[in-house]
């Protein structure tokens, strides 16, 4: 499985951005997927996450916040940012967990996008 994030940029305060992830490859069932991110001089946190039936996980630091949304028939998850602030500076890093048809588990990460919050 290999996975294509896309969306990241510079933004100023207050203001928003929407990351996607893409999941390709092969036959799979992807269970959930999600976001951490790696701000510079940091350890890498989670985000959020979404499963397959919906079921979704927020850091309290982002809560109220960002939104998460998937599309399960284009394997694909959203992440959309409102209201960000510096302190939401750093690399996002998308996730996805789940089983190939051989039924081998997985774990995979995309390569990241970097958002940027600055006036």
């Known amino acids: 499985v290999q996975l294509q994030a896309s969306g990241g940029g510079l933004v100023q305060p207050g203001g928003s951005l929407r990351l996607s992830c893409e999941a390709s490859?092969?036959?799979?069932?992807?269970?959930?997927m999600g976001w951490d991110r790696q701000a510079p001089g940091k350890e890498r946190e989670f985000v959020a996450q979404i499963t397959k039936s919906g079921k979704l996980l927020f850091a309290n630091s982002v809560k109220g916040r960002f939104t998460l949304d998937r599309d399960n028939a284009e394997n694909t998850v959203y992440l959309q940012m409102n209201s960000l602030q510096p302190e939401d500076t750093a690399v996002y890093y998308c996730?996805?967990?789940?089983?190939?048809?051989?039924?081998?588990?997985?774990?995979?990460w995309g390569q990241g996008t970097q958002v940027t919050v600055s006036s």
């Open positions: 996730n996805g967990i789940g089983t190939y048809s051989s039924g081998a588990y997985f774990n995979e």
């Open positions: 490859g092969g036959a799979f069932d992807l269970r959930a």
